[in-house]
Nanobody, 121 residues
Framework: QVQLVESGGGLVQAGGSLRLSCAAS????????MGWFRQGPGKEREFVAS????????YYADTVKGRFTISRDNAKKTVYLQMNSLKPEDTAVYYC??????????????WGRGTQVTVSL
């Protein structure tokens, strides 16, 4: 049974930083593309960032490029999202995703339950 468990969310002031983690189990982590999505209040879920299983190429939404960094540790079966210079509009539930084929906005194989990030003024 595949499980993706996010952690690291919380309340932070604008301009601050958070690091999200997603621990995976039940899959061959090193062979999966991993990604982060988010869903803000009253909004649809949107792509944030992804990292390929081969080569480690990364891909970011324009709204977070230069502020967020995705990385992975295959030995720990964990993907991270370092979020800097946070803005109130980054407030959302952040979801981890895994996909054996797609590695961008179309990732859809497995999802975590999400972790809440709230950015205050």
């Amino acid at each position: 049974q595949v499980q993706l468990v996010e952690s690291g969310g919380g309340l932070v002031q604008a301009g601050g930083s958070l690091r999200l983690s997603c621990a995976a189990s039940g899959l061959t982590f090193s062979m999966y593309n991993m990604g982060w999505f988010r869903q803000g209040p009253g909004k649809e879920r949107e792509f944030v960032a992804s990292i390929r299983w081969i080569g480690g190429s990364t891909y970011y939404a324009d709204t977070v490029k230069g502020r967020f960094t995705i990385s992975r540790d295959n030995a720990k079966k964990t993907v991270y999202l370092q979020m800097n210079s946070l803005k109130p509009e980054d407030t959302a539930v952040y979801y981890c995703a895994a996909d054996s084929g797609s590695w961008g906005r179309n990732m859809n194989d497995y999802w975590g339950r999400g972790t809440q990030v709230t950015v205050s003024l």
